[in-house]
């Protein structure tokens, strides 16, 4: 069996920023994104998704991200990317990387630091859940977002019903139970031919993934579904996928 990991922010429920052990800045750094990765590391994944809308806001100094910018773009080679047939001069270049870090630095500071409210008790919404769902324009997501207010218009559903089906893990299969009852479906799946593996998208984290690496994992271990160790050292060697040769080699 192999497993990936998607992150999604603080994790794939939508309520998730309410948790009691979820620190909702979180996802605008670095370090949280890190962590996943590591936990996903010592659960011996294969792979990592980061979702669309991840946004990182870090404190790098102006100087740091030159450094950064003035290595990438140094020879002529690099040039033929830009559509340039040489490389520009190197004052020029820190001129340009000092625009990009202007804009960038710029966006960082498009909001304050206590921007985000987060929170977690207040009145969320002035509906009530049981009443019909309101019809609300949202140019954003296209499929999800005309797709689920028509399935409501057709059967009568009020706002209750439809976050039931979405909120834990935004329209994926969800699992609720004790480990050995998760385990028992993704071996169900498995060993039935209906899929090679997974990609977990825990509700929270860091919680949901450390409850899954620290107590799902090994089971799937002791019933021989999941590798105990890596294969390799690359993701080809660890999917067991054969190396593509050129076709033109002889």
């Known amino acids: 069996m192999k497993l990936g990991l998607s992150v999604r922010g603080i994790g794939y429920h939508v309520a998730a920023w309410r948790h009691p052990d979820v620190d909702p800045r979180s996802e605008m750094g670095l370090p949280h994104y890190l962590a996943a990765a590591r936990t996903a590391k010592r659960g011996l994944f294969d792979m990592i998704f980061f979702a669309d809308g991840v946004a990182i806001r870090e404190n790098a100094g102006e100087e740091q991200a030159l450094s950064g910018f003035s290595t990438l773009a140094w020879s002529d080679a690099e040039a033929l990317n830009f559509s340039l047939k040489e490389q520009i001069d190197i004052d020029i270049r820190y001129e340009h990387a000092t625009e990009f870090i202007d804009v960038v630095l710029g966006l960082w500071d498009s909001w304050d630091d206590d921007?985000?409210?987060?929170?977690?008790?207040?009145?969320?919404?002035?509906?009530?859940?049981d009443d019909p769902l309101p019809q609300v324009e949202n140019h954003r997501i296209q499929s999800i977002g005309k797709a689920m207010p028509e399935q409501a218009r057709n059967e009568h559903l009020t706002i209750r019903q439809p976050y039931e089906k979405v909120a834990n893990g935004r329209g994926h299969l969800s699992l609720v139970g004790s480990a050995e009852q998760v385990a028992d479906t993704l071996v169900h799946w498995f060993e039935r031919g209906a899929c090679d593996g997974f990609n977990v998208a825990a509700p929270y984290l860091p919680g949901s993934l450390d409850d899954f690496v620290d107590i799902v994992v090994p089971i799937l271990q002791d019933r021989g579904v999941f590798r105990g160790e890596y294969e390799g050292v690359t993701l080809r060697e660890n999917l067991g996928l054969k190396y593509p040769h050129s076709r033109y080699a002889h």
């Open 115 to 129: 921007a985000l409210l987060f929170d977690k008790v207040g009145d969320v919404s002035n509906y009530d859940v």
